[in-house]
Every structure is written in structure tokens, then in C-alpha cells.
């Protein structure tokens, strides 16, 4: 039940405050001075700010937002792959009952989704070689965007790619490989069109207050291989590149479930309300050294071999 309370309520509400978007976005609004609440499925949370709610099971909401940003739910393609039917109720049905419930409130919608769509709507697929793979995830990310812009005005669609941060596994892994001289093994032959954490965050969090219906794409310059960001990330960082060594996926028997090309988009759409041009992949790098020293100046325990080699 959508109840009613005695101060203002906040202007955002952040479904999903524990993913690494959602959480890094509670924090840019915080620091921005925007008032936010987010959503946790997790007991733990203390905050008053936080609204207990796990997507496929009864939701209450204490007040709508002026914006929701809707960041929960099942994004790892096995998951989806092994259990479509229980992933599509929360990806799917959840995700839009309850953006229904908050449209119907008056709230504007801002829904993530990814670039992995592409696969499916070929037509906005840029130019490219390798050949299309529809994955489950994909099609349940299609899915919610049409009950999403079936919604009308006030809500809008975000396409984004591939998010790289020291807080994610994949550079979590390499950096830890990296700092111990271990070899890392990024696969030559799937490609990434990488953003920053904080690229994607502040784009996000422009359009949720741009007043723009519709589909917007948020992305990095150019597709490139994990294998050559890689090297680039680890040039950057003054590391050993005799560390890094491509594997192949047809070698490794990798699983068809992940998308082999997640594509860079054209950002036009996006552009015009926020400025915003596609990031490259140097500043992609940049970004990722600013958030790697700021998080060795939070914590005492990570990666001191890396930070000496600078
Ligand atoms: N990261 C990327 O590279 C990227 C790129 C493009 C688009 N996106 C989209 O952006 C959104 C956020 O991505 P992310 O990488 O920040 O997500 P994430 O870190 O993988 O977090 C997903 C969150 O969803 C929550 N969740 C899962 N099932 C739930 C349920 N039944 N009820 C409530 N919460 C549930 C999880 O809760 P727990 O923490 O409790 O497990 C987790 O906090 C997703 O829609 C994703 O598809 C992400």
C-alpha cells in the first residue's frame, strides 16, 4: 500500500541501492545534495533512507518519488540461461509491476537496461562482423523495456554498456592477479564497449531529472577486445604486460550464455539533453585509476604492489 508521510518525501527513489550502479548512485545524489531513498533486499540495512523490497514477492511503498530509478534485479546471463522462467518473473513481471505501481503514483521511470538488447533489435546494431547472439538475459531486458514504454510519458529507457569498475569482479580479478605477478587471462575474442562507473552514474543521473521520454543509449566509443583493454588498463597502470596473457573462448569450451560483442551505441538521443558524448577509452582508464586510488585510500588491505609500481 502507497502511504503517505509527514516531511517531503525524497525525489529519488533508487530501486536496487545495493547494486553497483544503484549504490554508486545513491551516493553521486547524496553528494550532490539530492534527497534519495533506495530499496534493499537485504535485513541489515539500518538506514532510514532504505525500503525493504525483494522484486516477486508484496512490495509497500512508503511514498512516491519524484523519480525511480530501477536498478535490481537477476543481471548475470547463466542465472537467466538455467532458470529463465523464475529470472522472467523478477526481470520481467516484477520489474513492471512495479514500475506501474510507481507511473500510476505519479513517479517518472528511468529503467536500466543494456546494450545486450542490441542483439535483438538488429536494425540499431552498428556495423559489424561477428554474428548475433540472442541470449535469455537480452530478451528479458527487451521485454521490460516495451511494458516500460508502453508506460507513456515519463518513462525512459537506458541502454548501457558494459560498466568496468575496480568494485566489479572481472577488474577486481585482474587487479588482484596483477598485484600478486600472477598471470590474467582476458579472452581475445569477446569484446566490450566500456564505461566508467562514474561516466555511467553522472549520465544517469542528468537524464533522470532531464524530463525526456524514451530510449536513450549510454556507451563507450569503440568495441575493443577484453584482451586489448587489458593491455591498455595495465599499460596505464605501469604494470608488466608479460602478465597478460589472451586466451581464445573456443579453447576454453566458454559458455554460450554470455554475449560474445556487446556493442558500442550512438549516444545522439542522449547527447542533446545532457551534453554527454560517448566515452573513450582512455578516459574509460582514466577513471578507473582515479577509483582504484581513492579506494586504496579507503581501505588499508588492497593491492599495495600495484600502487607501488606507479
Ligand atoms: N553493470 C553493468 O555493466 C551494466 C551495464 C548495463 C546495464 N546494466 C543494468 O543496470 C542495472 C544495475 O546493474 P548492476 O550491475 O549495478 O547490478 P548488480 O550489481 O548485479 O546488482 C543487481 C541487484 O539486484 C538485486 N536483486 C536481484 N534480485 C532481486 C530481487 N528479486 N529483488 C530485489 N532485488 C534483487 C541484487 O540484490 P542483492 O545485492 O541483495 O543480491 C543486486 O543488488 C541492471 O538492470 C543491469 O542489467 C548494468
Known sequence: ???????????????????????????????QGTSVGFTSRRPHHKSPACIPLELGKAVSLPYIPEVAILCAGVTDFR??????DATRRINVDAVL?????????????LYLSSNAVCEIEKDSVQSHSLPSITTELS?????????????????????????????????????????NDQTITPLSDYYLSPVSLQFMVTAIAQLAFAGASGIFNISGAQPLSYSDFAYQFAAAMNVNLGLIAPENSLDLNFPSYYPRALKSLGMLAMTSPSGILPQSVRSVIDDLIVEFFNEQSLTNHSYPALSEKR
Not at 509491476?97 to 521511470?109: D, K, R
Not at 527487451?142 to 577488474?171: F, H, N, P, Q
Open 1 to 31: 500500500m502507497l502511504g503517505a508521510s509527514n516531511s517531503l518525501p525524497p525525489k529519488v527513489l533508487v530501486v536496487g541501492g545495493d547494486s553497483l550502479i544503484g549504490s554508486t548512485l545513491v551516493e553521486h545524489f547524496r553528494s
Open 79 to 84: 542465472s537467466c540461461a538455467e532458470q529463465p
Open 97 to 109: 509491476e512495479l514500475a506501474t505501481t510507481l507511473h500510476l503514483g505519479g513517479a517518472c521511470i
Open 139 to 179: 530478451a528479458q531486458k527487451y521485454d521490460a523495456e516495451c511494458g516500460i514504454l508502453a508506460l507513456g510519458e515519463r518513462a525512459t529507457i537506458v541502454r548501457g554498456a558494459k560498466v568496468v569498475s575496480c568494485k566489479a569482479s572481472l577488474i577486481a580479478s585482474w587487479l588482484n592477479g596483477l598485484s
